[in-house]
């Protein structure tokens, strides 16, 4: 992005009323963080369209998915329960996972549960997951993780949409981008399940991303 066309939003964000300044810098640090994401070759030009080596002046709308009072996903308390059979009847267990840049969806789940019976059988492999484990005290057979998961489901991104609406812009391409917030959903990562990304979304939108504001992971979903 040029210089000269941010100072000319700054100039124009800070000349607005208080309401208007905070949702025009949400919009521009969205947009900014983005297209630098979604490819190197991306440019914002200055009326706030972004171009792509494919496609140019595309409207792009950010919508927030409100996760922040959701409950913490029992994904991983699942993939621990299978697990403890595999524990001997004193053995207790906290397993460090590393941060992760990806979401998981149900193949990473998969490929975490096998990682984690690896890791209690002793096997000497590349670990992406397991960070380290420890042997801890508990009244039964249990296997802890410092991780908090929440679900991002089907529902959630369609009351995303509907809050977003319609644009109506002719010319334009239309895109719109549903926003993750690790920090503001108070956890470490979310589970995407299958039918958010294999099963269409009504929306008269061209194009439907999920992008994880945290570490910049961007996903299209299918539209109907």
Known sequence: ???????????????????????????????????????????????????????????????????????????????????????????????????????????????????????????????SYVKKMAKVTAPAKTIYTNMTLKDCTRDDINSTIQQAGNLKLSGFGKWLVVVLDRLAGHCDSFYISDDVLKLPFTTNYEKLFLFDFYTGEITELPVA
């Open 1 to 127: 992005m040029d210089a000269t066309i941010i100072d000319q939003w700054i100039s124009e964000i800070e000349s607005n009323a208080v309401y208007l300044k905070d949702k025009k810098a949400e919009n521009l640090i969205n947009l900014w963080k983005f297209s630098s994401s979604y490819s190197p070759d991306a440019e914002i030009t200055k009326d706030g369209l972004m171009n792509t080596a494919e496609q140019c002046g595309i409207k792009v709308n950010f919508m927030d998915v409100c996760l922040t009072d959701a409950p913490k996903s029992n994904v991983l308390k699942s993939i621990c329960d299978d697990l403890t059979p595999a524990l001997r009847e004193d053995a207790n267990y906290y397993m460090v996972l590393h941060e992760q840049q990806n979401n998981f969806t149900s193949e990473r789940l998969l490929h975490l549960k096998q990682e984690m019976l690896d890791a209690l059988q002793g096997r000497l492999i590349p670990y």
